[in-house]
């Protein structure tokens, strides 16, 4: 048998991943075996990431068996990450949720599906009949197809009337599409992958891409005449690959910004033309700026004054400088005014619109984008906005509806629907396709919460899960390789998503669900009148997207597929300098850092980090049930300071208790490494078995609402014998 490792992936070393598999050649395993080869292959997208691979999944007597990358594909040109390889694994797992199930005298039993969507749309209704229609909260994921997340919206919003509805892409992407809509005026990224080819200086600021994101690492990889810049303050994998490490201070990314801006401003490396034309407020930003000198930004960001200095001049003197971010921007409770800081950085030396230069926020989920593009997010269908009369006008034409009938203002957010409950304003729960009870912060926040419902339905494609099994209502959903659909990656590219398998058991693709429900709440006719497959439903988003930023009009699914994708907007936005803005003119930000939300103290002296491992995703629903992935990263671990881990006496792979003023890890393996800084701690997020979500804080962005997974203060205690397993 050959090593896994050395068959896991073209990006670790194969590249002839398919031939193998023409020949039965298992990846995950190294073997020959006539019962994986493939009696035909179905050409899809990857249902991980947003980096959005092109794949074959190779299916055997109506069996997943194998997958291949793509090799005409223009994003990953036949390459495939570890999740990636070993992706068809899931789709078989025992665990699969295959029946609909109603809890009766405490326990979840079996029910038909005409008795559990009967009860949902009784339950739901009768309690919005008590409570108001707003006493429903839907909680959605970037893990559905474009067309199921728009047609939930119209279900939600036009069917059971309500505005509280929000995707987990709120816990990753929110502060994103904040930043974007107030720099630009909307949201969508305005680069693109061909930009890591090109671009003669990267600045990544909290982004571990080789790690996380290890096929856009390899659009980085090809250009061998750029700079790499890495702001972390851990020493990642990718930081340990940079021309210039930036080992910043937890929370003083903004602070380091806006040295930048001043430094370059004072230099005269700036584009004042572009500037003049093209944006507005320079002035203000200049006053602001006056403060930020050198000395008060070193101290601030713990970078000597040299380092800053020449970074700044790096990004200043490229013909084209691109900026790049993900969650260590993001998953703050000032993110979004980083991210306008980031977006005020490329406008005011004219890195947007041209090749190799913009501001690009990696996006987290699969198809994120798609979410926020059908209004499932923070805006209505097709980026229009709540407050905008026109825009509701038209959304209501589109929809045969009387304008009063589209919302005038957002409902509440992810983060504001768990303290409705909590408040006794939310009374039931809908959660689709997503597993708070690992992945939310504070997990006894959330525990009380779910705990005072009336009614809480979740929609998942496994069975149990940590969500699954406080149900009251238990979904059966099809998932990726089980249903058709379009999804939207982190370059705006438009990609198809094809069924290769039935879904197991009696369990339906979301987008049936829908429809299901809509007859039963008597709106079948009203909102989806004669859909019967997603191509309807991509049809009339065709018609809804017309005209605005994210337009789909000229597509067709014989063309997404056949082009591997096609780009919204085109290849690069705002390339004539005009923006959606009123006077078609970008904002830039004049904003100041701040502290962590809660430093460390004399009780809880370290300061936690969160993340991410290249060999899981999310909450391991998936992952966690392959077996090769979960070979390659069995269970949770805390990085400490060989420092620390000395004055504690503390050994490496000692297994140790993590805790916070919410809660704590009982027991967690510790990794001495000079990878994470003195008094700092990285724990990876997936593990429910040591969820580094009972410790974070319930800290949110004020404007965009997204959670500050990413500093809270933390102690670090040794096992007795007796808690170590001893006898």
């Given at each position: 048998?050959?090593s ?47 980096v ?15 997958v291949h990358?793509?090799?005409?594909h223009?994003?990953?040109h ?6 990636g ?131 856009l ?25 940079a ?46 700026l006056?403060?930020?000198s ?65 501001p ?5 989920q699969?198809?994120?984008m ?63 396709a997503?597993n ?11 525990k ?18 940590p ?7 238990v ?22 998503v094809?069924?290769?398998?039935d ?8 987008f ?23 191509r309807?439903a991509?049809?009339?988003w ?15 699914y ?61 909450t ?22 060989p420092?620390d ?24 393996a ?13 724990i ?35 096992l ?8």
């Amino acid at each position: 048998m050959l090593s896994p490792l050395k068959n896991i992936s073209r990006f670790l070393g194969i590249d002839t991943a398919k031939e193998k598999y023409r020949y039965g050649i298992d990846p995950q395993f190294g073997y020959t075996s006539q019962e994986k080869i493939p009696d035909h292959w179905v050409k899809t997208t990857c249902g991980y990431c947003s980096v959005g691979c092109g794949m074959y999944l190779g299916v055997r007597e109506g069996h997943a068996v194998a997958v291949h990358g793509d090799s005409d594909h223009p994003v990953n040109h036949g390459i495939l990450c570890p999740k990636g390889l070993t992706e068809h694994h899931f789709i078989h797992s025992k665990d699969r949720a295959t029946e609909p199930l109603l809890k009766i005298k405490g326990r979840l039993r079996p029910v038909h599906w005409e008795t559990a969507l009967n009860t949902l749309v009784d339950r739901f209704v009768r309690i919005q009949r008590n409570y108001g229609n707003q006493a429903l909260g839907v909680l959605s994921t970037g893990q559905l197809v474009t067309e199921e997340f728009y047609a939930l919206g119209k279900l939600v919003q036009l069917g059971f009337k309500t505005t509280n509805y929000d995707g987990n892409t709120t816990l990753c992407m929110s502060t994103a599409v904040a930043g974007y809509k107030r720099s630009f005026g909307s949201d969508g990224p305005p680069g693109c992958y061909a930009d890591f080819e090109v671009a003669d200086c990267i600045f990544l600021v909290g982004a571990n891409i080789a790690d996380n994101h290890p096929i856009l690492w390899d659009h980085l990889r090809k250009n061998t005449s750029r700079t790499l810049i890495v702001a972390d303050p851990r020493l990642s994998k990718t930081a340990m690959l940079a021309d210039l490490y930036l080992p910043v201070k937890p929370r003083s990314d903004l602070t380091l910004i806006n040295g930048i801006m001043k430094i370059l401003i004072d230099a005269g490396k700036i584009d004042r033309i572009y500037i003049a034309r093209h944006t507005h407020r320079f002035e203000e930003l200049v006053s602001h700026l006056k403060k930020y000198s050198l000395d008060f930004v070193s101290e601030q960001t713990g970078l000597p004054r040299d380092l800053i200095k020449k970074v700044a001049h790096t990004y200043g003197d490229a013909k084209a400088g691109l900026i790049a971010w993900t969650m260590g921007v993001n998953h703050s409770t000032q993110g979004t005014e980083t991210v306008n800081a980031i977006n005020t950085l490329a406008l005011i030396t004219g890195n947007i619109g041209r090749p190799g230069a913009a501001p690009f926020s990696i996006t987290g989920q699969c198809n994120a984008m798609g979410t926020r593009e059908a209004g499932f997010t923070s805006s209505l269908p097709g980026y229009r906005k709540f407050e905008n009369l026109q825009d509701r006008e038209e959304l209501a034409r589109i929809w045969k509806v009387p304008v009063e009938e589209i919302p005038q203002e957002r409902g509440w957010a992810y983060p504001d629907i768990i303290e409705g409950i909590v408040k006794g304003k939310i009374k039931a729960l809908w959660i689709l396709a997503t597993n708070p009870f690992v992945s939310y912060p504070n997990q006894e926040l959330l525990k009380d919460a779910i705990s005072r419902l009336e009614f809480l339905v979740v929609q998942d494609g496994f069975h149990p899960t940590p969500t699954t099994e406080v149900a009251d209502l238990v979904l059966p959903a099809a998932m990726w390789g089980e249903k058709e659909g379009t999804y939207t990656n982190s370059e705006r590219r438009v990609l198809k998503v094809n069924r290769a398998v039935d879904p197991p058991g009696e369990a339906r693709s979301d987008f049936d669900i829908f429809l299901e429900i809509a007859k039963k709440l008597g709106v079948s006719n009203a909102l989806f009148s004669g859909w019967k497959k997603p191509r309807d439903a991509f049809e009339e988003w065709k018609t809804v997207s017309q005209g605005r930023l994210c337009d789909y009009s000229h597509m067709t699914y014989e063309a997404i597929e056949a082009q591997g994708g096609i780009q919204w907007g085109g290849e690069r936005l705002y390339t004539n300098g005009e923006y959606p803005t009123s006077d078609r003119k970008a904002r830039l930000w004049a904003v100041d850092g701040c502290s962590e939300p809660e430093p460390p103290n004399d009780r809880y002296p370290f300061l936690l980090n969160t993340g991410r491992t290249v060999e899981h995703w999310h909450t391991r629903t998936k992952t966690g049930r392959i077996e090769l992935l979960e070979k390659m990263s069995p269970e949770a671990w805390v990085e400490i300071n060989p420092e620390d881990a000395r004055q504690l006496k503390i050994r490496q792979h000692e297994v140790v208790r993590v805790a916070s003023q919410r809660g704590e890890i009982p027991k967690v393996a510790v990794r001495i490494t000079s990878t994470v800084p003195s008094g700092h701690l990285f724990i990876p997020f997936h593990y429910i078995e040591a969820c580094a979500n009972n410790l974070t804080v319930s800290e949110f962005d004020p404007i965009s609402r997204e959670p500050n997974y990413k500093q809270c203060a933390v102690k670090v205690e040794k096992l007795s014998f007796a808690e170590r397993g001893g006898f």
